[in-house]
C-alpha cells in the first residue's frame, strides 16, 4: 500500500492541507467521504486535518495494526512499532482511536482475547460479507455449539461432566471443537482415572470477538470461577499473555 505522498503516515514529512485531504491519495479508504468539499463545512476543515494527522508513533502502531493477522497484545506492539513498552502502546491505540472517531472512519481498534485488533465498524458489516465468508468449519451445529457453550461456562471440565450436563454423549462434538482450535485440553481431573480437564482457547475468543470469559452472557452469574490460581482457566485469562492462549466464552451461534 503505497501512503508516501502527502505524508499521510510521516506527517513531518510534508504539511497536511486541505486541499491534500480532498485530494484522493491511495492507501486512505475513508476519503471518500470528504470527495465533495462542499459537504463540508469551512469551520471542520482544521478539525478533520488534525483528526487524520498521524504522529511518527501513531503512524507505527497502525500500520503494525493494520496487516497484523492476529491480535497484538500491547508488549507485542510496542515491540513491532518501536514503542517505549506496553503502555505507551495503549497510549497510541487510543489516540488512533480518537482519531478514528473524529473524522469519522469506519475503524476502531478493539481489545480481543489478550490482544488488540483493527476493525471495520459492525455497520459496514453488510458490504464486507460479500467479500469476505466464515470459514465452514465456524459453523457448528446446535450440538457442538451447545457443547462449546457447556464448557466455556463450566471450564475446566471433565467429559463425563459436559456429558451429564447434556443428557448424551459428548466424545465426538469435543472432538471436532479440538479440531477447529475452539477447544483444547487444559489438564487432568483429581478424581479416579485422572480424566482430561476441557478448556476454550484463544481461537475462541477471537472467533466470538470476546475479550475474556467475563464478557459471557450472565458470566457472573453462570461461570464457574476458578478455585486454584494456577488452574487453566485463570492462567490463560491473565492479561497481555503473548505466548498464552487466553479462555474463552460461547456466544450465539447466527
Given at each position: 500500500?503505497?501512503?508516501?505522498?502527502?505524508?499521510?503516515?510521516?506527517?513531518?514529512?510534508?504539511?497536511?492541507?486541505?486541499?491534500?485531504?480532498?485530494?484522493?491519495?491511495?492507501?486512505?479508504?475513508?476519503?471518500?467521504?470528504?470527495?465533495?468539499p462542499?459537504?463540508?463545512?469551512?469551520s471542520?476543515?482544521?478539525?478533520?486535518?488534525?483528526?487524520?494527522r498521524?504522529?511518527?508513533?501513531?503512524?507505527?502502531?497502525?500500520?503494525?495494526?493494520?496487516?497484523?493477522?492476529?491480535?497484538?497484545?500491547?508488549?507485542?506492539?510496542?515491540?513491532?512499532?518501536?514503542l517505549?513498552?506496553?503502555?505507551e502502546?495503549?497510549?497510541?491505540?487510543?489516540?488512533?482511536?480518537?482519531a478514528?472517531?473524529?473524522?469519522?472512519?469506519p475503524?476502531?481498534?478493539?481489545?480481543?482475547?489478550?490482544?488488540?485488533?483493527?476493525?471495520?465498524?459492525?455497520?459496514?458489516?453488510f458490504?464486507?460479507?460479500?467479500?469476505?465468508?466464515?470459514?465452514?468449519?465456524?459453523?457448528?451445529s446446535?450440538?457442538?455449539?451447545e457443547?462449546?457453550?457447556?464448557?466455556a461456562?463450566?471450564?475446566?471440565?471433565?467429559?463425563?461432566?459436559?456429558e451429564?450436563?447434556?443428557?448424551?454423549?459428548?466424545?465426538?462434538?469435543?472432538?471436532?471443537?479440538?479440531?477447529?482450535?475452539?477447544?483444547?485440553?487444559?489438564g487432568?481431573?483429581?478424581?479416579?482415572?485422572r480424566?482430561?480437564?476441557?478448556?476454550?482457547?484463544?481461537?475462541?475468543?477471537?472467533?466470538?470477538?470476546?475479550?475474556?470469559?467475563?464478557?459471557?452472557?450472565?458470566?457472573?452469574?453462570?461461570?464457574?470461577?476458578p478455585?486454584?490460581?494456577?488452574?487453566?482457566?485463570?492462567?490463560?485469562?491473565?492479561?497481555?499473555?503473548?505466548?498464552?492462549?487466553?479462555?474463552?466464552?460461547?456466544?450465539?451461534?447466527?
Amino acid at each position: 500500500m503505497t501512503t508516501s505522498r502527502g505524508g499521510w503516515l510521516r506527517p513531518e514529512a510534508a504539511p497536511i492541507t486541505w486541499a491534500a485531504l480532498v485530494a484522493p491519495q491511495p492507501g486512505i479508504a475513508w476519503l471518500w467521504k470528504l470527495a465533495n468539499p462542499a459537504e463540508v463545512p469551512a469551520s471542520d476543515a482544521p478539525t478533520l486535518a488534525v483528526a487524520c494527522r498521524r504522529t511518527p508513533k501513531m503512524a507505527r502502531a497502525e500500520a503494525v495494526l493494520l496487516v497484523a493477522d492476529a491480535p497484538l497484545s500491547p508488549r507485542r506492539l510496542a515491540q513491532l512499532a518501536t514503542l517505549a513498552d506496553a503502555t505507551e502502546a495503549r497510549t497510541q491505540i487510543n489516540r488512533l482511536n480518537a482519531a478514528y472517531e473524529q473524522a469519522g472512519t469506519p475503524f476502531r481498534v478493539e481489545r480481543v482475547a489478550a490482544g488488540y485488533r483493527l476493525f471495520t465498524l459492525p455497520q459496514f458489516a453488510f458490504w464486507l460479507g460479500k467479500l469476505h465468508h466464515r470459514d465452514a468449519e465456524l459453523k457448528l451445529s446446535p450440538p457442538s455449539m451447545e457443547t462449546l457453550t457447556i464448557i466455556a461456562y463450566r471450564q475446566p471440565i471433565t467429559r463425563a461432566d459436559v456429558e451429564a450436563i447434556r443428557g448424551v454423549q459428548c466424545s465426538e462434538m469435543i472432538k471436532q471443537l479440538m479440531e477447529r482450535n475452539l477447544v483444547r485440553i487444559g489438564g487432568e481431573d483429581d478424581s479416579l482415572g485422572r480424566p482430561f480437564l476441557y478448556e476454550t482457547t484463544r481461537k475462541f475468543l477471537e472467533t466470538f470477538g470476546l475479550r475474556d470469559l467475563d464478557e459471557l452472557p450472565l458470566a457472573d452469574r453462570l461461570r464457574r470461577r476458578p478455585t486454584t490460581e494456577g488452574s487453566p482457566a485463570s492462567s490463560d485469562n491473565a492479561p497481555d499473555a503473548d505466548d498464552t492462549p487466553p479462555v474463552v466464552p460461547v456466544p450465539e451461534a447466527s
